[in-house]
T-cell receptor, first 114, second 115 residues
């Protein structure tokens, strides 16, 4: 069965420090996509970054990067130089190729401290 | 920009009422989804639709039904609301998948309270 695991229900980080949010996944499909979404307290889900399973390089989008370790089935999100506005819930998600549905993890609530 | 709108941000209903949650997207997406979000449980898929009048059950369809009469609109229906359906409801849409990249675009959510 396909599954996403986020082992950190909550994290507290000092402003300006780098943050790593953990995500592991389980799938037997050779082709799949991995996503990270951010959900601020207002509730909307914001797409952050995508990594395809065949992509050779780790995805980066501004301060966000995805540390993709395929053999370990790990897709950690790294936020560099954290800001107060990064305080939010973060969801890791996966979609196998050929499937329009996305499987979400349970999320990690990140608190950035001033 | 893709826009997904939901009819209400906050809704309060009484047990036994019939509740309609509406979702509209303006990007001609084939797929539309309804999720329920509860603390500690993440997002759970209730139903999704890949075309007009087509629907597929998600992980937790019990107590819900859906309607998709037009491509841009996907409605979630609680036939007889119960207190355990108090939750945040999120609608999303995406293009029909041709690769593993099928980003879903989300609406702002509806926080439903059933008294």
């Amino acid at each position: 069965a396909q599954k996403i695991t986020q082992t950190q229900p909550g994290m507290f980080v000092q402003e300006k420090e780098a943050v790593t949010l953990d995500c592991t996944y389980d799938t037997s499909d050779p082709s799949y996509g991995l996503f990270w979404y951010k959900q601020p307290s207002s509730g909307e889900m914001i797409f952050l970054i995508y990594q395809g399973s065949y992509d050779q390089q780790n995805a980066t989008e501004g301060r966000y990067s995805l540390n993709f370790q395929k053999a370990r089935k790990s897709a950690n999100l790294v936020i560099s130089a954290s800001q107060l506005g990064d305080s939010a819930m973060y969801f890791c998600a996966m979609t196998p190729r050929g499937d329009d549905k996305i499987i979400f993890g349970k999320g990690t609530r990140l608190h950035i401290l001033p | 920009d893709v826009k997904v709108t939901q009819s209400s941000r906050y809704l309060v209903k009484r047990t036994g009422e019939k509740v309609f949650l509406e979702c509209v997207q303006d990007m001609d997406h084939e797929n539309m989804f309804w999720y329920r979000q509860d603390p500690g449980l993440g997002l759970r898929l209730i139903y999704f639709s890949y075309d007009v009048k087509m629907k597929e059950k998600g992980d937790i369809p019990e107590g819900y039904s859906v309607s998709r009469e037009k491509k841009e609109r996907f409605s979630l229906i609680l036939e007889s609301a119960s207190t355990n359906q108090t939750s945040m409801y999120l609608c999303a849409s995406s293009l029909l998948q041709i690769s593993s990249y099928n980003e879903q675009f989300f609406g702002p959510g509806t926080r439903l309270t059933v008294l």
